[in-house]
Nanobody, 120 residues
Framework: QVQLVESGGGLVQPGGSLRLSCAASGSIFRLNVMGWYRQAPGKERELVATITSDGATNYADSVKDRFTVSRDNTENTVALQMNSLKPEDTAVYYC??????????????WGQGTQVTVSS
């Protein structure tokens, strides 16, 4: 099992910045992907950014050039630096860890979510 604990959400004005952090503990495989997803009211959960254990990143088009995902493999943490925030970034942000085993098996774990509200 894997436990994920997020922190760093809150209220920020448009154009501001926030940094989300997520700490993972438990059975973490050598090959894994950590990242962030978000869900706004009335919408489906969507990918924001991911980073593999080798450091490869992937971003949603809507956050490219504004958000940066990073990780510390020794501490099993992942962070999301969010700059130039817009009202449409308002959502609950979820940390996710995907353990990758042989034969294509994947095991997904989610954090409890942290609210990000962008409003003046």
């Amino acid at each position: 099992q894997v436990q994920l604990v997020e922190s760093g959400g809150g209220l920020v004005q448009p154009g501001g910045s926030l940094r989300l952090s997520c700490a993972a503990s438990g059975s973490i495989f050598r090959l894994n992907v950590m990242g962030w997803y978000r869900q706004a009211p009335g919408k489906e959960r969507e990918l924001v950014a991911t980073i593999t254990s080798d450091g490869a990143t992937n971003y949603a088009d809507s956050v490219k050039d504004r958000f940066t995902v990073s990780r510390d493999n020794t501490e099993n943490t992942v962070a999301l630096q969010m700059n130039s925030l817009k009202p449409e970034d308002t959502a609950v942000y979820y940390c996710k860890l995907e353990n990758r085993a042989g034969l294509g098996r994947r095991f997904n774990y989610w954090g409890q979510g942290t609210q990000v509200t962008v409003s003046s």
